[in-house]
């Protein structure tokens, strides 16, 4: 082990070896975290990927539905504007109206099932995603702390190595220094 002092304080090779090693520990913990940090965006991405498509589908259905409103009202006023008497202006109207009042109830429905399916879909799919990472958080948290703990035991084991060697090396060097008080 080397052991200068002064301006030229070399660090032990142990702890050289323990310090690259850590260093090297970090980084790889790093790159992981920064790996699955990018996973999660691609991820994320994902699932708001299909929440803008469930999102459009939708109002594509609405507009569709829309279209049939408003194409059925056009024809109820051709046949209106065709209607020979008042008693078939009132037929038409009311069968006009029931008709209408059905179909946006079912249309109505409809987009409710879909908006509910589409809620659903997405909480679902947020749920699983927030499971997903939290899962992923707690296993880099354990290899986080198991380096560290090693990187730990590494320290300890090289501080106890070095206080055994200044211990020998005080022992070694007060047996040798004689004593001034002693003739030769």
Known sequence: MTTKFGPDLELPAEMRAIAEKNVAQARQAFET????AREQVGDTEGHFEDVRTGIKDLRQKAI???????????????????????????SLQAEFLTSQMKSVAEQAKSLGVDAKSLGETT????????????????TLAAAATESAQAAA??????????????????????????????SH
């Open 33 to 36: 975290l920064f790996q699955n």
């Open 64 to 90: 569709g539905l829309m279209e049939a409103n408003v194409e059925a009202s056009f024809d109820f006023l051709h046949r209106l504007v065709a209607a020979k008497s008042p008693q078939e202006m009132m």
């Open 123 to 138: 909480v679902r799919s947020l749920d699983e995603h927030a499971r997903t990472l939290a899962e992923r958080l707690k």
């Open 153 to 182: 035991q590494d320290f300890k084991a090289v501080s106890e190595k070095a206080v055994r060697d200044a211990k020998t090396a005080a022992e070694h060097a007060a047996s040798s220094v004689t004593d001034p008080n002693q």
